[in-house]
């Protein structure tokens, strides 16, 4: 104790004959006091991953302090990764909490795939996350396969409805068992596509049955058909399978297509037949016109009969028996007329002469 008081007097005398050192102790006394005080505030967290290998040190602690980073969830998934056995570095972590990511998400799908036998980095699941998808449900979806209803309830359809070559009508509804695919869920095709796709392949194999009933009595070879078709390429899922969960008979599309044919082919030909009538009777038309104007030229040429007559009697051309012979020969016409139930020539009624 003696050696302890003699050494302390022994600074403060030395420190008060020289005020630099003063300042030097002073200074290194708050740089001590602060890094103390650094050094217990993280003091837990270091402890922490000290005690599971995480490998984040007090100075790392620090710089993501300054970096506004959440240590503490940084810490806490670091070290979940690492019990799980999962290789991720802590810059790995920081980089995608400051990307806006979301961290524990994307770590906790990470250790699900990794404990699932998944091949998932965290470079690629951070990806995934970062673009907007659901890691954690797309790792689900990996390892527990969800079903999917063709055509979607929610859009308002019910049922697909495709027609066979025989011409009737049937109304499908299937379900399609999905797995998702990791590595092409960035820029893969979503649900809706897998939804058209296989509806487009049911609706394709049932309009290549001859028969209903063949459809109707093996409905798996709409299924094959469509798995065989390799709907999902391009994709973010692989289809499992394609089960037809109803198939419903429709109308009778190739009779009412029939029917309706033949009334547009009735149509038809009744407009032709109206218009062959309409032209016969302008035909018609034009007939009695010219009936009449050949008939106006007969009158005219009888009107000259008279003025004849009477020319060659007066040049002596014609006598008078000749005269009387052929008012004879015109009653007689007359007669053999009425005889015939002719109409009775008004040309008796003329005089000859005038």
Same mark, same amino acid.
């Not at 810490?75 to 799980?84: D, F, P």
């Not at 469509?226 to 089960?243: C, G, K, R």
């Not at 003025?307 to 051309?317: K, P, S």
């Given at each position: 104790?003696?050696?302890?008081?003699?050494?302390?007097?022994?600074?403060?005398?030395?420190?008060?004959?020289?005020?630099?050192?003063?300042?030097?102790?002073?200074?290194?006394?708050?740089?001590?006091?602060?890094?103390?005080?650094?050094?217990?505030?993280?003091?837990?967290?270091?402890?922490?991953?000290?005690?599971?290998?995480?490998?984040?040190?007090?100075?790392?602690?620090?710089?993501?302090?300054?970096?506004?980073?959440?240590?503490?969830?940084?810490?806490?998934?670091?070290?979940?990764?690492?019990?799980?056995?999962?290789?991720?570095?802590?810059?790995?972590?920081?980089?995608?909490?400051? !990307?806006?990511?979301? $961290?524990?998400?994307?770590?906790? &799908?990470?250790?699900? =795939?990794?404990? %699932?036998?998944? +091949? /998932?980095?965290?470079?690629?699941?951070?990806?995934?996350?970062?673009?907007?998808?659901?890691?954690?449900?797309?790792?689900?979806?990996?390892?527990?396969?969800?079903?999917?209803?063709?055509?979607?309830?929610?859009?308002?359809?019910?049922?697909?409805?495709?027609?066979?070559?025989?011409?009737?009508?049937?109304?499908?509804?299937?379900?399609?068992?999905?797995?998702?695919?990791?590595?092409?869920?960035?820029?893969?095709?979503?649900?809706?596509?897998?939804?058209?796709?296989?509806?487009?392949?049911?609706?394709?194999?049932?309009?290549?049955?001859?028969?209903?009933?063949?459809?109707?009595?093996?409905?798996?070879?709409?299924?094959?058909?469509?798995?065989?078709?390799?709907?999902?390429?391009?994709?973010?899922?692989?289809?499992?399978?394609?089960?037809? !969960?109803?198939?419903? $008979?429709?109308?009778?599309?190739? &009779?009412?297509?029939? =029917?309706?044919? %033949?009334?547009? +082919? /009735?149509?038809?030909?009744?407009?032709?037949?109206?218009?062959?009538?309409?032209?016969?009777?302008?035909?018609?038309?034009?007939?009695?016109?010219?009936?009449?104007?050949?008939?106006?030229?007969?009158?005219?040429?009888?009107?000259?009969?008279?003025?004849?007559?009477?020319?060659?009697?007066?040049?002596?051309?014609?006598?008078?028996?000749?005269?009387?012979?052929?008012?004879?020969?015109?009653?007689?016409?007359?007669?053999?007329?009425?005889?015939?139930?002719?109409?009775?020539?008004?040309?008796?009624?003329?005089?000859?002469?005038?």
């Amino acid at each position: 104790m003696t050696l302890l008081a003699t050494w302390n007097d022994w600074i403060s005398a030395d420190l008060m004959k020289d005020p630099k050192m003063l300042a030097v102790a002073a200074v290194v006394v708050v740089v001590g006091l602060i890094g103390l005080l650094i050094f217990l505030s993280f003091f837990r967290l270091w402890l922490q991953s000290k005690l599971t290998n995480a490998k984040i040190g007090i100075f790392d602690l620090l710089g993501m302090k300054f970096r506004q980073v959440d240590y503490n969830m940084i810490v806490r998934q670091k070290i979940a990764l690492v019990q799980a056995g999962c290789q991720v570095t802590t810059a790995d972590l920081e980089s995608h909490y400051l !990307a806006r990511g979301n $961290v524990p998400k994307t770590a906790t &799908a990470v250790i699900a =795939a990794h404990k %699932a036998g998944i +091949d /998932l980095s965290w470079k690629i699941a951070s990806a995934i996350d970062l673009a907007g998808r659901d890691v954690l449900d797309a790792v689900k979806t990996s390892v527990n396969p969800k079903v999917i209803d063709c055509p979607d309830p929610t859009k308002g359809r019910q049922f697909l409805d495709a027609v066979c070559r025989n011409g009737i009508q049937l109304r499908a509804k299937a379900r399609v068992t999905v797995r998702t695919k990791l590595d092409r869920l960035v820029g893969g095709a979503t649900e809706e596509t897998i939804i058209a796709r296989v509806g487009e392949g049911i609706v394709k194999a049932i309009g290549s049955a001859h028969d209903h009933k063949e459809v109707l009595a093996n409905p798996s070879t709409i299924t094959k058909t469509v798995l065989h078709s390799s709907l999902d390429s391009q994709t973010a899922f692989e289809i499992v399978s394609v089960d037809m !969960a109803d198939i419903e $008979v429709g109308e009778n599309i190739g &009779a009412n297509l029939q =029917a309706k044919q %033949a009334d547009a +082919d /009735l149509q038809v030909a009744r407009a032709e037949a109206e218009k062959r009538r309409a032209a016969a009777v302008a035909l018609e038309q034009e007939m009695q016109a010219l009936v009449q104007e050949n008939r106006a030229k007969v009158v005219l040429a009888e009107a000259e009969v008279p003025n004849a007559i009477a020319d060659a009697f007066r040049n002596g051309r014609l006598g008078v028996m000749d005269y009387y012979n052929l008012k004879n020969v015109q009653s007689d016409t007359d007669m053999r007329s009425s005889i015939a139930g002719g109409a009775k020539s008004d040309r008796g009624d003329r005089s000859v002469m005038g």
